[in-house]
């Protein structure tokens, strides 16, 4: 699975980003890991075919919306109420079928602060 991330950018505390990912074919799972600097990288949101269920890591539950259009194979992570601690490199997951391994995008960074 091929996957091509876009948005990010720049944006001050409090701000919005939204964040896109094409895959290259149909996939189980869709998700969003972020990686701060000399960090492991951490499961930020997803969401699988299996319930249609989105999974949040609480640090982003209530500000970060995952949602998935399934006939372009694309996810989006709108991301709103934007804190410093939010910048990290945010990389695009997909599982091609249940509990199966992970394939990873490039990653875009995203980076708040005023």
């Known amino acids: 699975v091929q996957l091509v991330e876009s948005g990010g950018g720049l944006a001050p505390p409090g701000g919005s980003l939204t964040l896109s990912c094409i895959a290259s074919?149909?996939?189980?799972?869709l998700g969003w890991f972020r990686q701060h600097p000399g960090q492991d990288r951490e499961f930020v949101a997803s969401?699988?075919?299996?319930?249609?269920?989105?999974y949040y890591t609480n640090s982003v539950k209530g500000r970060f919306t995952i949602s998935r259009e399934y006939t372009k194979n694309m996810v989006h992570l709108q991301m709103s109420s934007l804190k410093p601690e939010d910048t990290a490199h945010y990389y695009c997951?997909?599982?091609?079928?249940?509990?199966?391994?992970?394939?990873w995008g490039q990653g875009t960074q995203v980076s708040v602060s005023s």
């Open positions: 997951a997909a599982q091609k079928w249940e509990s199966s391994r992970w394939f």
């Open positions: 969401i699988s075919r299996g319930g249609y269920i989105p």
């Open positions: 074919e149909d996939t189980f799972t």
